[in-house]
């Protein structure tokens, strides 16, 4: 790959994933875009960024022809939680504007494309206990629903067009740099940062509920070492299962409470409970490990640790 084309890099997850690429195929070979302007000014200035929206396909051959772009990475999504207020806007954006971004890789003869799945693609009927790579997939939300229809459709292109695809069944994603965007694991994410700032938090699932998870870090390094693998030794291709951790909301917040002993919680579970329900609580990523040597870095406690201390330190300077 030359020149890729990240698409929604001013995402809780695209935009940290636009500065990782860059360290590692230099910044001027990673040209990040999105509908709207990054929040920071790390992505604009350190390599190039064009204003780009993933419904408007002629736009994209515009971009990638003027970048000579020969791999695009989508992570352009409607969330479980937003997706369920806004059903058709989730399959609109989700659906159709992947799409448009396999059909201009396909037309443009591109070397790569990777497009992140999810485990909302799991639902009733998936083993709960250790979601298997192949599995039944009956997800109870639009969001769900467009992740098993995108795993399906790029595995067609694949198989159809030769084209080289790829992508990841993410779990929930922890950071401290970039706040969550509508998921259903957010909680896992605002109670490191109300931990700080009010010293409590009020939780939206239940104190059992345990779903799989994983800290940023080991989601970019994932994401990279999926692009470098060598596609023939591929057996799968577009729905991975990565796994990390799985901890309960109340292991979580015993996490916090070994480095802030006054932390309090309470649990008020809302709509996002039922979604939370249907995903299982850890997921078997056997196939990601043999056919491109995944391997996590992070448990719950070293995690905690991090998140609290990066969360400070924005604290201290006012930044959150």
Not at 80 to 90: L, R
Not at 93 to 110: D, F, K
Not at 114 to 136: M, N, R
Not at 224 to 244: E, Q, R, T
Request: charged share 25%; proline share 6%.
């Amino acid at each position: 790959m030359k020149n890729i084309l990240v698409i929604g890099a001013a995402g809780q997850i695209g935009s940290e994933l636009t500065i990782a690429l860059r360290e590692e195929f230099g910044n001027d070979n990673v040209i990040a875009s999105d509908r709207k302007i990054p929040p920071t000014d790390d992505i604009k200035n350190s390599g190039p960024f064009e204003l780009l929206d993933i419904m408007n396909r002629p736009g994209i051959v515009e971009v990638c022809k003027k970048y000579n772009v020969d791999a695009i990475v989508n992570m352009a999504a409607i969330l479980s939680a937003v997706g369920e207020q806004n059903p058709m806007v989730a399959w609109d954006i989700n659906m159709n504007g992947l799409i448009n971004v396999l059909e201009v890789a396909r037309e443009m003869n591109m070397k790569q494309v990777l497009t992140p799945s999810s485990i909302a693609a799991f639902g009733p009927g998936t083993p709960l206990d250790l979601a298997p790579q192949e599995t039944v997939l009956k997800p109870t939300t639009m969001y769900g629903v467009t992740k098993v229809a995108g795993e399906l459709l790029c595995d067609y292109y694949v198989h159809k067009y030769n084209l080289d695809v790829r992508g990841l069944r993410y779990p929930g994603i922890i950071s401290h740099k970039t706040l969550p965007g509508g998921g259903t694991t957010d909680y896992a994410v605002g109670i490191y940062f109300d931990a700080v700032k009010y010293g409590k938090y009020t939780c939206f699932v239940k104190e059992d509920t345990r779903l799989p998870m994983m800290y940023m870090p080991d989601c970019l390094k994932a994401t990279i070492d999926l692009m470098k693998a060598d596609f023939s030794k591929l057996k799968h291709h577009s729905d991975f299962n990565v796994g990390a951790m799985s901890f309960s909301a109340g292991e979580l917040a015993a996490s916090i409470k070994k480095y802030m002993p006054d932390f309090e919680i309470e649990y008020k579970p809302d709509f996002r409970q039922n979604i939370a329900d249907s995903w299982p609580r850890a997921v078997d990523d056997s196939a990601a490990r043999e056919e491109w040597g995944w391997k996590p870095s992070y448990d719950l406690d070293a995690m905690t640790q991090d998140m609290l201390k990066n969360i400070k330190i924005k604290h201290e300077k006012g930044l959150i």
